[in-house]
Nanobody, 125 residues
């Protein structure tokens, strides 16, 4: 079972930036797509960014395109989410997730095998 530990959340003003990191245990990290989900209060958890095993393919939900960048380092077993130009509506708990072996570039069928514990991102005005 892969264990995922997120870091990097916090409080930031609108227009600011944060970088989330996720460290994964185990030797199979590079065998799976990875993703970042978020869940705002009273809303469902949604996939905001995904990255393929090699890092060559990515997916972004429309609301973050051009502002967020997902990346991974298979040698370090880490995945990152760089978030720029943050908006109030980006406020949520962000979760790192281990995905399927193949990333669908439309974000569909992202079956989660493991979740991180979540990290709070709060954007203030």
């Amino acid at each position: 079972q892969v264990q995922l530990v997120e870091s990097g959340g916090g409080l930031v003003q609108a227009g600011g930036s944060l970088r989330l990191s996720c460290a994964a245990s185990g030797r199979t990290f590079s065998n799976f797509a990875m993703g970042w989900f978020r869940q705002a209060p009273g809303k469902e958890r949604v996939l905001v960014a995904g990255i393929s095993r090699s890092g060559a393919g990515t997916y972004y939900v429309d609301s973050v395109k051009g502002r967020f960048t997902i990346s991974r380092d298979n040698a370090q077993n880490t995945v990152h989410l760089q978030m720029n130009s943050l908006k109030l509506e980006d406020t949520a708990v962000y979760y790192c997730a281990k995905g399927p072996p193949v990333l669908e570039l439309d974000g569909s069928r992202f079956v989660v095998g493991s979740w991180g514990q979540g990290t709070q991102v709060t954007v203030s005005s």
